[in-house]
């Protein structure tokens, strides 16, 4: 078989850099509110601390375990099952926050549809990967490819938890893409969506109130359009040098979630320019890496994965600063890597110890 | 069903894997990545705008929203006066808010506390209307009473509601209250000066607000940081002294209780520096309550409302004759029977006077003597003295509202205008002009600046670099004049008008001023008001004034007393001479001016009420001077009933209506401060030596009534100090011990009547 060379160290060397800058940054956007309702600065901090060792604990393992392991169908249909079972399992739990994302075990809590994303990965990457160019018939590739996609994004559609269900979607798209669907197929299936997009956009009043809120902030500054104003005051005071780190105002009282979703904006202040460039150039780094990773493989179902672990990052990474920026409507999309969040960090961990596994076999 | 039929695919599809594998199209991974690049790309320049571009924008909007969150206001400076007594300081005062997102019920809770809070129906700002009003309208900060009493946000914070809370706001407070209130001004609730001093220095006063922050979002309430720390204002020291502002004030207080005047105004000031010494303007209000005062007592009367001078206005026509040398004071002047015709225009004296000097002229304050001499000068010349005096022009004064009077130019006058200028008409002054008049002819012919501010600082009460100016009335205009100052007649002039001004007072119409041991020069003014409505003289309201200064030789203060409309006598001498006598008295005294005329032996008091026997009265007849002792007398504790009186003369003040009980009480204090200083009281002098001058006896009633509770006050003369206090506390008095030795000097005087319990002051010497 091919050659075995030495993880990609970039790869290796940026994800671990994002983990640390992450639980830094957690910790400057935390400390206050931690203090204030917990009594310790830590109490978020140490709780990402402890998602980023099992989940680089995960990836170690994950890097050494040979990806062909998982591209067999008593795998695949296994995880797409328990990932069902579990998102379903959701709703029986009580709520928090109106939503069913959350599955608690005492303490630990789990969020089904993390490991969503990187089972339709797996499951398209095994699909795909002997049908590239030839996704032509309905029933025999296209349905059965986009049913377990479906399938998750209804669920997750009914948490509900809008955002990681347009990643799914996006991930989805990409794969099916670079497996050669013909674009028009995408089109009708924009086609076929946009009354359900619709009515999600709109017939929800706090999803309505957000989009109109974006298209116009300054419309009802103190209520549905003051996460955007606030995040843009953050990210517009922060300059070129930032105000330096822990001395980020916005995050005391104005930014909504300053830890999780709008991160980046407390980043872009205290950091400035400079530290958001610095973020958005690894990503841009591990996107380079993991691409990289998928041109030069050579086994369609590596590449498969490659291309889907590392959209799944940027998609996620992109969509959550341009919701920092405005550039798109609030959705509940963390930073990959950065935003406080067990869960999400340990999946997007174990999923990059894939993608280093796959690298071993490329110079 | 579904999963054998893919299984099958897949199995199938394993065996042909290798030669049917395809690469994934270049074209979809290049356009994949170039996509991620232009999202990339879009991001970057997003941040750059946001960042770069507009970062003053979001830093503005930022400060914005932080400063709007929380100010912290600050400190205000103090207003001392030149001993740096504090005549307006800032205390910390509890203000209730609300942060209305905590609270539920809102309309129940705005009505339970106004319940409390509203005390007074007329403030609208406490009203539970407006208390819900203001909760509904802001989710984080709303006022609900603001700068109450301890025990309001006690009651408050009892009734438990939730989101309500406390915080210290400073509080304007003035300590003495209605004193020198005209000048002070007053301060609205968010601490913006709005009158007087506090008005006038506003920015110097009000120092840098601070910003903090709250929260915005009602869990994180209490967290807090302050951001930058007020800036507290810069202190201002007066040049007014709390003590002859007092003075002042008293005297003028019982004038317009005395002759119902609807208003008044006395101006003390030092000759030599320009500097305001008192200011006292009636009707005044209490600073500590300005709610209930009406607007139109809130102007500063002394630099914004001008009054025609009548006959104090000679002192100009005489002062520029001399210097000119077209009169002098001994020049015999025809008085022409009263009546004089200026540009056809017949003009009757007050008195068919004959052939005068001038210095009989200004005695009697002859009208016909005057125009005669205001027509040597000439239109031209006669307006440049009057300009240098000051008139027609702003002093310049640290006042708001400086009027520059009403003087207009010769080329507009009438030919009439010459005789009318000369006696004081068809001219319009401020009392701060005319009293600055006075003190150039007081200090030698040198016009000074008037000021009422001394200096600008920022530093505390008892830092060393703050020590009371050194005030020496015995000070000579100095030899390089200060800034805005100019010499405006010789001091020869000054000199003879001086010597003039003393003949007014022991001859003329100045006579009722009684001074006990001071000379004194001066000059009555009695002006009809003018209408406002019709522009004619009125017939029964008048301005009295008496303008002055004293000692004669050495001046140390020039007082001008003013009395708008007064009831029963109208004539400056009169009215306002008794009262400038008074202000003149107790001024000099309290600054230890030494007399430069004999005391008399026995006041009139001590000669009224002391008992028959005046083999006592001989220690009263001591040789040395008791300006030390009397000083000291006059500089007594807050507690001393002395320092009692003002507020129960200036309360008598608005209800005049109330004569009998009331009337008597205050006529009582007031020669019960007189015997406790042996100083004759000018309600009684002016009594005895003015049988026509109705004015209202004091009930001797009354005087009898308190002599029967009263102790009579020994001699001391030559006992030792520990004789002298036994015999003091035998007869109930205080004793306030000076010195060391065997006593010398003793206020009040031996024979006095005194309550009990009176402080005597003794001083010993070797």
Redesign the interface.
Known sequence: MAKRVGVDKWLFGVTLLLVLFGLLMVFSASAVMAKERYGSPYTFVARQAAWAILGLIALLVLMRVDYRKWNRPTVVFPAVGLTTLLLLAAFFMRDSHHTHRWIRFSVLSFQPSELAKPVLVLFLAWFLQDRIGRLEDWRRDVLPAALPSLLFIALILKEPDLGTALVCAAVTALMLYMAGAKIRYFFFAFLAASPVLYYMLFHVAWRRARMIAFLNPQADPKRTGFHILQSLIAVGTGGIRGLGLMEGRQKLFYLPEPHTDFIFANIAEELGLIGALFVVGMFVVLGYRGLRAAILSTDPFARFLAVGITTTVLIQAFFNISVVLALVPTKGIALPFISAGGTSLFFMLASIGVLLNITREID | M??RG??S??GM??K??QP??????RL??VL??GG??L??G???A???W???F??A???E??AH??ER?FQVAPRRGVLYDRNLQELAMTVLVDSIYAVPSEIEDKEEAARQLAKIVHTDASDSFTSAKAIDARLEDS?NFAWIARKVDSSVAARVSNLGIKGIYTQQEFKRFYPNNRLASQVLGYVSLDDDGLGGIEHRFDTDLHGAPGRM?????A??H??S?VERNPQPGENLVLTLDEHIQFIAEKALDAAMQRTQSVGGTVVVQDPNTGQILALAIRPAFDPNDIRHVRPSMLRDDAVSDIYEPGSVFKLVTYSAAINEHLTNPDEVIDGQNGKIIVAGRLIHDWHPFGAITVTEALEHSSDVCAIKVGLRLGPQKFYDYIRAYGFGQRSGIELPAETRGLLRPPDRWQPSSIGSIAMGQEVGVTPIQAITMISTIANGGVYLPPHIVMEKTTEAKGSPQLLPAAFHPEDNVPEALPPGAHRVVTTMTAAEMRKMMQDVVLFGTGKFVGLNGYSAGGKSGTAQKVNPGTHTYSKTDYIASFGGFAPVNQPAISVLVVLDSPRGGHHGGEVAGPVFGQVVQQTLEYLDVPHDMPIQPSSRIAREYAPKNSDTMGDHDHPGDLRALFAEVNDLPADDPLRQNPQSATEDVYKPSVVSRSSATSEEDISGNVAAQPMPPNTSHAQSSVPTGGEKKPAPSSVAARAGASVKVPSFAGQSMRKAVETATRLGLGVRVLGSGVEREQAPGAGTQVPPGTEVVLRFAR
């Open positions: 579904a999963l893919q299984q695919v897949t599809n394993k042909a894997r049917l594998t395809a690469p994934i199209p979809r991974f994949l990545a991620f690049l999202w990339v879009v991001i970057v997003r941040l750059v946001l960042q770069v507009c970062n924008i979001y830093v909007r930022a929203q932080q969150t989710r922050l709250t929260a915005v979002d869990r994180q209490s967290f940081s």
